[in-house]
């Protein structure tokens, strides 16, 4: 079964085919997230316009040498991100379904980012011999999420939802730390990991685990963020006997092993309480490298699994391995497709 898949929830346009969920023959991504990084964050308005200006090139280039002839479904996603947004996808695959009389599969973004992890061909090169098995865990990590699910089977009704965060998601954590520390004002993750990685002495500082032990499956990361400003304000004001590089590497690295921590004990307590015969880590922040070394470490009997590094952040392939699994829900009845930036795991649809 080829699906053809779009994505377009916040700053990327995307559209992809993707072959019974596992083999990625096309993906293409267009991103306007280098507009944002004078305002520090994503404008809606700018977005949805730069992806109703994308979205046609972006599909004509996925489809390459295919034609609708060979698509059997559309599968798109309808939430959670920003409405307008979310808007120019719909409607683009809304329209396609009528003209090329394919019906629509709904899938929601952090399903996508889910099944990301069951991809085994990406562009005709295999990146896993296997496919997770149910039960799992999931641990969706992004700009927007921190969520842990607990998955009996594939099918929606019997899914579990653990916990998330109270205030705000891993990515942002480190995109808002990032920008405390003056490595960049937007998306800063991946400078903050690569920085972390040229410590050479120990953070003056040490930064809190929040909820480290707490009897559920809740996570905090704001007042993390705040640690790091408050050790950045104490730098400041010192006499400044440590090298401001040497300061802002440490405390890069203490806090990715802060972060590192609390994800490790929370997914544990998940392993130890449903016995998966899967662990799923998925999301922008899963490029983590610091974060797959100790899930690879401790979790060495049971079968990990991450996306590939290029399926990490949004994309339309993990849409479209999604929308297999849920294939069920294919439609023609247009008018049950509709846009909605309030779903997430506890609300799956
Ligand atoms: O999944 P994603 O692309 O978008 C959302 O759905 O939110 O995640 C984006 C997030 C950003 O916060 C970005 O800084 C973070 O993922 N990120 C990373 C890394 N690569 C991306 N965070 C830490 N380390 C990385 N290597
Ligand atoms: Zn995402």
Redesign the pocket.
């Known amino acids: 079964m080829k699906i053809l898949a779009i994505e377009t929830?916040?700053d990327e346009t995307s559209c992809a085919i993707v072959e019974n969920g596992t083999h990625v023959i096309s993906n293409v991504v267009s991103s306007s997230a280098n507009l944002f990084s004078e305002t520090g964050g994503v404008v809606p308005e700018v977005a949805a316009r730069k992806q109703l200006e994308y979205i046609l090139p972006v599909i004509d280039k996925a489809l390459n040498n295919y034609s609708f002839a060979d698509i059997d479904a559309i599968a798109c996603t309808v939430g959670p991100g920003l409405i307008g947004s979310l808007f120019v996808g719909v409607n683009t695959a809304k329209t396609l379904s009528l003209i090329h009389k394919k019906p629509i599969i709904p899938v929601n973004?952090?399903i996508?980012?889910l099944y990301s992890c069951f991809i085994q061909n990406y562009l005709g090169e295999t990146v896993q011999k296997s496919t997770p098995t149910f039960p799992l865990i999931s641990l969706v990590i992004?700009?927007?999420?921190t969520d842990l699910v607990y998955l009996p089977s594939s099918d929606l009704s019997s899914w579990q939802y653990l916990g998330g965060t109270k205030d705000d998601a891993v990515g942002e954590a480190f995109d808002k730390s990032a920008r405390i520390l003056g490595l960049s004002k937007y998306l800063g993750g991946v400078k903050l990991s690569k920085t972390a990685e040229l410590a050479k002495v120990e953070s003056p500082s040490e930064l809190p685990r929040p909820l480290l032990d707490s009897p559920d499956y809740l996570f905090s990361f704001s007042g993390l963020k705040t640690a790091v400003l408050k050790a950045k304000n104490t730098y400041d004001k010192s006499t400044k006997v440590m090298k401001s590089d040497d300061f802002v590497s440490s405390l890069a690295k203490e806090f990715e092993e802060a972060v590192s921590d609390v994800l490790l004990a929370k997914t544990h307590k998940a392993v130890l309480e449903y016995s998966p015969k899967s662990i799923l880590v998925s999301?922008?922040v899963s490029a983590n490298t610091k974060i797959r070394e100790v899930f690879k470490q401790n979790f060495r009997d049971t079968n990990l699994f991450f996306p590939p590094l290029s399926l990490t952040?949004?994309n339309a392939a993990m849409i479209g391995a999604a929308g297999y699994y849920l294939r069920d829900l294919a439609t023609y009845d247009l008018s049950s497709i509709e846009p909605d930036p309030s779903l997430s795991f506890d609300n799956l649809y």
């Open positions: 929830s916040c973004h952090l996508g980012h992004s700009g927007g999420h999301g922008g952040g949004d």
